[in-house]
């Protein structure tokens, strides 16, 4: 009864003000959208596959398109124009501070999910000392391989059988990272951190997938087990205190000393020696927000990568005469007899085509992560009261016919021109662009060459006969990640 009372007021106050909003002259250039239905808006009719729903809705509405999710205004660009000029500005530089995003970082804190003073402070110091650390330098690349050879020795133990290798990139991929960040790796047995990986991505795409904790955070909190609440919070539970042991792992390390050795040294060192209350850095809050980077890190540089090396092997498997090529030029190029190294990328164009073709057909980040309009704003005839939420539709972008031609083929090829990769092509947006724009892209790409040239150098990729083409359908989570499938590895220095 008491519910049934409240959500009659919410959604009395959310007529009312839709009432006087719409009385705002500016909001007749307020982008036009589907109706949706009282309370809860739009939220309802997004379906699975939102990115899918929105290109639809495009068709009707036009490229820029609001949609209302529950309380908070939404814009979805579909459109890549919109995107390379609205991201570039500041007032779309924000986050929605949701309840649910907010729960990892702990609030406004980190990098990721935070904005304002806070994040503009965050970010500059995380990118410039992750490049003292090694980011973009040869140390980075001896870190890569060090995992490489791991993997690569794990893969001729585990050859010509079936095999599941979806999830076997994510702590290879991390550590590399880890070392920079903590001076730490992970082992490839340890269980308890493979385990919390596995749980909390499971729980995550459950949860996302009602949507209701993203677009009504309040509402969930009368129905905590329905909506998911309460095994959300577990999950947040387990990652934090994860990070936070993280970091009091340093806590003994000495803040004096001139050299820190990583990432978090680094930042305590920071911290001791801020003294003004403002700052971002300052005691307590200076914690708090080592606590979100750290976090932050994790969560960005875990999965991605890791998810984008697993597509690529089952593209590869499915298209054998581009997996053929891919090897024509690594055996060209490098031969079979020495490791892979950055030096050889400007020589292997075909292989980049490759990369960046697993990176846009997959699009990963289908609605790339959400931005908050900070002050009211006019852009291209359209207008933005503050609070709208920003969703770059990537995944309509990268499947743009206009753009691509044939964008539902796998073909590298695209993205060469006369035998040189094409720089920076527009609509090439997996990393986003802007203010915003994720601050892990050389890292991957590093990784994406090193991992895919040194397996591709190795192993031929063959179909497991009891499911010779898997399904590129995605499972249904924030990231699109591949279905679990299993291939057959050859060896081929022994072939
Ligand atoms: C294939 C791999 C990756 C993809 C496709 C990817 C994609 C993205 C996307 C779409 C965003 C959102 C940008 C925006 O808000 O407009 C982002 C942000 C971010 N990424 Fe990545 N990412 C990848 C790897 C990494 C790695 C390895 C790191 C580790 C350093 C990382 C760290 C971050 C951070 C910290 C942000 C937040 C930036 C901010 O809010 O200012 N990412 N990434």
């Excluded at 009659?8 to 109706?35: C, E, N, Q, T």
């Excluded at 978090?264 to 708090?288: A, V």
């Excluded at 060469?416 to 050389?442: N, Y």
Aim: aromatic content about 12%; glycine content about 6%.
């Amino acid at each position: 009864m008491v519910s049934a009372t409240l959500i009659f007021v919410i959604g009395a106050i959310v007529a009312i003000y839709y009432y006087f909003s719409k009385r705002d002259k500016r909001m007749s250039k307020y982008p036009p959208g589907p109706m949706g239905i009282p309370i809860l808006g739009n939220a309802l009719q997004l379906g699975k596959e939102p990115h899918h729903t929105f290109i639809k809705w495009s068709k009707k509405y036009g490229k820029t398109i609001s949609v209302q999710l529950a309380l908070d205004r939404c814009v979805v660009l579909n459109d890549l124009k919109m995107i390379r000029d609205m991201f570039n500005e500041t007032a779309f530089s924000g986050r929605p501070q949701n309840e649910l995003f907010l729960a990892l970082s702990g609030g406004n804190y980190g990098v990721l999910n935070s904005d304002g003073p806070t994040w503009e402070s965050q970010r500059r110091f995380t990118l410039r000392h992750l490049r003292d650390f090694g980011f973009g330098k040869n140390s980075m690349e001896l870190l890569i391989m060090e995992e490489v050879r791991e993997m690569i020795e794990w893969m001729k133990n585990e050859e010509g059988h079936p095999l599941s290798l979806n999830r076997k990139f994510s702590l290879a991929v991390l550590n590399s990272l880890w070392q920079i960040v903590s001076g730490k790796r992970f082992d490839q047995k340890d269980t308890t951190l493979n385990d919390l990986l596995d749980s909390t991505t499971k729980t995550f795409n459950e949860v996302s997938s009602n949507g209701i904790l993203i677009f009504a955070p309040w509402l969930s909190k009368y129905f905590p087990n329905l909506s998911g609440h309460n095994k959300i919070n577990w999950a947040v539970k387990q990652l934090v205190t994860f990070f936070r042991k993280t970091v009091e792992d340093h806590k003994d390390s000495d803040p004096d000393q001139d050299q820190p050795e990583n990432f978090i040294e680094y930042y305590m060192k920071e911290i001791k020696k801020t003294n003004d209350p403002q700052s971002t850095f300052y005691k307590e809050n200076g914690m708090k927000n080592l606590i979100a980077v750290v976090g932050d890190l994790f969560q960005a540089g875990s999965e991605t990568t890791s998810t984008t090396l697993a597509w690529a092997v089952l593209y590869l498997l499915r298209e054998p005469e581009t997996q053929k090529k891919l090897q024509a030029e690594i055996d060209s190029v490098i031969g079979k007899s020495r490791n892979p190294t950055l030096a050889d990328r400007p020589d292997m164009p075909y292989t980049e085509a490759v990369i960046m073709e697993v990176l846009r057909y997959s699009s990963l980040v289908p609605t790339g992560v959400f931005h908050r309009t900070l002050f009211d704003k006019e852009m291209h005839g359209y207008f933005f009261p503050k609070g709208t939420w920003i969703m770059p539709n990537l995944y309509a972008v990268h499947h743009d016919k206009e753009i691509w031609g044939d964008p539902e083929n796998f073909r590298p090829e695209r993205f060469l021109k006369d035998g040189k990769v094409v720089s920076k092509p527009e609509a090439f947006l997996p990393f986003v662009v802007g203010k915003r724009a994720c601050i892990g892209e050389t890292l991957a790409r590093d990784s994406l060459f090193l991992f895919m040239a040194s397996i591709f150098q190795r192993f031929q990729i063959l179909p497991d006969p009891s499911n010779p083409k898997p399904t590129i359908q995605p499972g249904f989570g924030f990231l699109l990640a591949p279905k679990p499938f299993t291939v057959i590895l050859k060896d081929r220095l022994e072939a």
